[in-house]
């Protein structure tokens, strides 16, 4: 978290367990060095690329380590199982640690129970917990439903964790609700890339004017042009109370 905005910017680097190598992560150390560099608060990756992903121009950047996996070639890809436990993600330096459920998912009472194995731990040696809570599953018809994203928001701080990500409901007013009722801070999922970057700069305006505590753009800034810019953009917008318009401007998108 940024101290003075009380908000956070972080990249998430862990879709190579899911998918296999993606574009923009064939070179880990080298984006999390443009992500620092453009001012990213923290980075989130699976422990085994914390080698690979080490930063090289000493810019200060948290580190989040995932604990949660499954590869799109599982029959069930929405089932997430524990890969790596709090203990071994203090050893290696991470300032916190996250966990993905799927809320509606065949498999939702196991991760639950993941869950609350990972939210004790965290308890016991001070490590800070985001809860990656999706609605998907059969009953889930629109994963940005208000309703479903209400449950999913909810049930993350229900659980223990001290922020929880999901996704963006697509207007100010829903998402003020839910981050209200959620009691720990809301942080958005960038999603599959976007078509422009209006459309994610706006998004992310949208949630912090909605209450939103910050973004957790992956693909949207791994895979961009200038992945740097991107996220310099994004802290104008979170840090300094830019509007979408003065980003423009002043980056000349």
Not at 30 to 49: C, E, K, P, Q, T
Not at 91 to 114: L, R, T, Y
Request: hydrophobic share 40%; with cysteine; proline share 4%.
């Amino acid at each position: 978290m940024n101290r003075e905005s009380k908000r956070t910017i972080i990249v998430p680097m862990d879709h190579g367990l899911t998918v296999g190598t993606i574009k923009g992560l064939e070179d880990m150390a080298r984006m999390v060095d443009n992500v620092a560099i453009g001012g990213a608060n923290a980075v989130l990756m699976h422990s085994g690329m914390v080698g690979a992903g080490h930063r090289e121009s000493g810019e200060d950047i948290g580190l989040i380590i995932h604990l949660s996996g499954a590869t799109n070639l599982n029959p069930d890809p929405n089932r997430k199982v524990l890969v790596c436990s709090v203990e071994r993600a203090l050893k290696m330096g991470a300032d916190g640690v996250s966990i993905h459920i799927n809320i509606g998912a065949n498999e939702e009472p196991e991760m639950f129970q993941d869950a609350q194995k990972v939210v004790e731990s965290c308890r016991e040696w001070g490590m800070p917990l985001i809860a990656m809570m999706y609605p998907r599953g059969t009953k889930i018809k629109n994963e940005h439903d208000p309703d479903v994203v209400n449950i999913a928001a909810r049930a993350g701080a229900e659980l223990g964790a001290d922020i929880v990500k999901t996704n963006y409901t697509g207007n100010i007013d829903s998402f003020k609700e839910i981050v209200k009722g959620a009691h720990v801070p809301v942080i958005i999922a960038g999603g599959p890339k976007m078509d422009t970057t209006r459309d994610l700069l706006q998004m992310a305006h949208d949630s912090i004017q909605a209450g939103g505590a910050g973004v957790a753009f992956g693909r949207n800034v791994f895979q961009a042009e200038d992945p740097a810019k991107i996220v310099s953009a994004i802290a104008k917008l979170l840090h300094n109370n830019y509007t979408v318009e003065e980003v423009f401007k002043e980056y000349h998108f």
